[in-house]
């Protein structure tokens, strides 16, 4: 793998996180998002707002994925993680469900869609667990950046189970998984922030 190619996938990542970022500064002047946002406890409407929201997200965050060898390098994990920080495990969840959904159904029999799909939902998932322990943090935007790494070495882990044959997963996770580890990891720290 060459340093270029990866350094133009890292940057290529951090623009797209930062698009996501801008989105996040402009709902943010929103009162009634950061409303939601900010509730303890969540209604059964905001609750679906959330998931729909970041669902949505997670959607656009594919669609602006790179092709790396008949993969997606992409921010879809910012919505989806950010989605169950803030919203809990049933937002986690089905963000991650509806986004992964959506991965696969894109690309069925897609060298990666299956392990992307079951990534998602786990990645959603972990950040609705992790959600308890973000809320009572005192710096959140940190612990959403660590959260954000654990979660992207979960989702490099998934590939390398996942993907057959192994030694194209490896390839594959060689090229994308610092770009993807970094740039994911800072966008979900920054829209906390």
């Given at each position: ?15 797209q996180t930062g698009v996501i970022i801008l989105i996040a500064i402009l709902l943010s002047r929103f009162k009634f998002f950061r ?92 950040a609705g667990i992790l959600s308890p322990y973000y809320k009572k943090s005192n710096k959140k935007w940190l612990m959403a950046f ?48």
């Amino acid at each position: 793998m060459e340093l270029k190619t990866l350094f133009l996938l890292l940057k290529t990542l951090v623009n797209q996180t930062g698009v996501i970022i801008l989105i996040a500064i402009l709902l943010s002047r929103f009162k009634f998002f950061r409303k939601i946002i900010v509730q303890e406890k969540l209604s059964a409407r905001n609750v679906i707002m959330l998931i729909i929201f970041f669902s949505l997200f997670g959607i656009v965050g594919t669609y602006s994925g790179i092709p790396v060898m008949g993969a997606l390098a992409n921010s879809r994990v910012v919505g989806v993680f950010v989605g169950g920080l803030i919203g809990g495990p049933m937002v986690g969840f089905l963000a991650g469900l509806i986004s992964g959904i959506h991965r696969w159904a894109i690309d069925i029999g897609g060298f990666t869609a299956f392990a992307c799909m079951i990534a998602t939902i786990c990645e959603g998932t972990l950040a609705g667990i992790l959600s308890p322990y973000y809320k009572k943090s005192n710096k959140k935007w940190l612990m959403a950046f660590f959260a954000g790494i654990l979660a992207e070495v979960l989702q490099m882990l998934i590939l390398l189970i996942l993907v057959k044959p192994f030694s194209e997963a490896w390839e594959l996770v060689k090229i994308i998984g610092i770009p993807m580890i970094f740039a994911n990891s800072v966008g979900i720290s920054m829209f906390i922030a």
